[in-house]
């Protein structure tokens, strides 16, 4: 028979449930002695050694009013039937202790704005669930954050750009805006109406570094504009951001996370944006075909509906 022919090992081999079976009717002489030790009807363990006959081509147990032996070719079988068995135990012991390891630790990869606004409430409620499990937290620009996810080297990632990285699978937990913001003593306080696209694109901002999710929407919406004039600071943190902003130094571009508190004290000021679309999805992102799993499955339940 070729290979192409082969019947899977699957539709050959009986299950461990009927290796187990035949191993208690060897050890108790009884068919129905070992049902119950397996918790099942004295009907379905005759049912179960019949097929286990029948798959396998022999004889397998004697049965008598005095209970149940194993023939020479059962004994056989036995024999054969304990070292399978006891390595599908060591199977499942190995896959336990995979999953302590895996479960003892979590590696988390977040945007700056979702690391530092959103993260550690949801850290917070994984605590009180897994108050064994050891978080650690790598806080970088999108494209940091997707670089780590894809290489293994953090379990779950949270990403704010417009697109998922190839090679990454994504769910969407919040929607967020960004917002043009400025001190109260800055010339766009004071106007009625906001600024335009085209203005906004011409003016040196305070902005986060490329990569940064805020900086690529930015960047795309004000594509049509020619793109962003050079920054008046570019920025590797969102607090850096809001700070030099505070000062006075000149407008910033941040999530409405992140400048919240500023604008209900009126520290600072929002400016509308005619023309633009300033929105974006906030994502968890992890490697295709990978869903999470353990500690990363229990956070990535926690933020869904959380703005």
């Known amino acids: 028979m070729g290979d192409e022919e082969r019947v899977p090992l699957a539709h050959r081999v009986p299950d461990l449930g009927a290796l ?11 068919l129905s002695g070992a049902a119950r030790r397996l918790g099942i009807t004295q009907p379905a363990a005759s049912s179960r050694i019949r097929a286990m006959e029948v798959r396998l081509g ?11 032996t194993l023939t020479a070719e059962g004994a056989l079988v036995t024999d054969w039937a304990r070292r399978v068995v006891e390595a599908a135990e060591a ?10 390891r895996r479960d003892s630790r979590l590696r988390v990869a977040a945007s700056m704005t979702i690391a530092e606004y959103l993260l550690p409430g949801w850290l917070i409620a994984l605590r009180g669930q897994r108050p064994d499990t050891a978080v650690s937290l790598h806080a970088g620009n999108s494209a940091v954050v997707a670089q780590r996810v894809l290489a293994h080297e953090s379990d779950l990632g949270f990403v704010e750009g417009l697109t998922v990285p190839e090679g990454l699978d994504s769910a969407v937990i919040a929607q967020d805006r960004l917002v043009v913001a400025v001190a109260p003593g800055h010339a766009w306080a004071r106007r009625s109406r906001g600024v335009g696209v085209a203005e906004l694109a011409a003016a040196p901002l305070i902005l986060r570094e490329r990569g940064s999710g805020t900086r690529q929407v930015l960047d795309a919406a004000l594509a049509g504009c020619g793109g962003l004039a050079a920054p008046l600071l570019e920025l590797a943190s969102t607090t850096a951001v809001k700070a030099a902003a505070l000062s006075g130094a000149g407008p910033c571009v941040l999530s409405e996370l992140a400048v919240g508190d500023e604008l209900a004290a009126r520290r600072l000021v929002e400016v509308p944006v005619e023309g633009a679309v300033l929105g974006r999805a906030l994502r968890a992102v992890w490697p295709v075909g990978a869903r999470p799993a353990g500690p990363a499955r229990d956070l990535l339940s926690l933020t869904r509906g959380v703005v």
Do not use: K, Y
Request: charge should be neutral.
């Open 20 to 30: 187990e079976l035949l191993l208690e009717v060897a050890r108790v002489g009884s």
């Open 58 to 68: 022999v004889a397998l147990v004697d049965r008598s009013p005095r209970g149940s």
């Open 91 to 100: 199977l499942d012991a190995g896959a336990q202790a995979l999953r302590g």
